[in-house]
C-alpha cells in the first residue's frame, strides 16, 4: 500500500459529520492557511437543494448548507 509523506498528510482536512443549518456555518481545519481546494460530500439526511463556499481562511472553511443536510468536508492546502 502506498504511503504518503507527512508534508502532504498535514495539507489534508475531513471533517466529521456535519448537519446543514441553512446558514454559513464554521469549520475548524487546522490546517494552518486558507485550503486551496475543497470538496462537499452529501451523507445523508434532508436532500441537499444549496451548497454554498463563504470565504475560506486560515481557520475555518465556511459553507452554507440546505438545513438537515448531512455532510462531510474534505480541505486541501497545497
Known sequence: MPTL???LL?????????TGTGSA???AHGLGR???IVLF????????TSVVEGTHDATN????VTSG????IL???Y
Open 75 to 77: 480541505g486541501w492546502s
Open 69 to 72: 443536510a448531512k455532510f462531510k
Open 10 to 18: 498535514n495539507t489534508v482536512f475531513v471533517s466529521t459529520e456535519q
Open 41 to 48: 460530500g452529501f451523507t445523508g439526511g434532508t436532500v441537499v
Open 25 to 27: 456555518q464554521n469549520i
Open 5 to 7: 509523506p507527512d508534508s
Open 61 to 64: 472553511i465556511i459553507v452554507t
Open 34 to 36: 486558507a485550503p486551496s
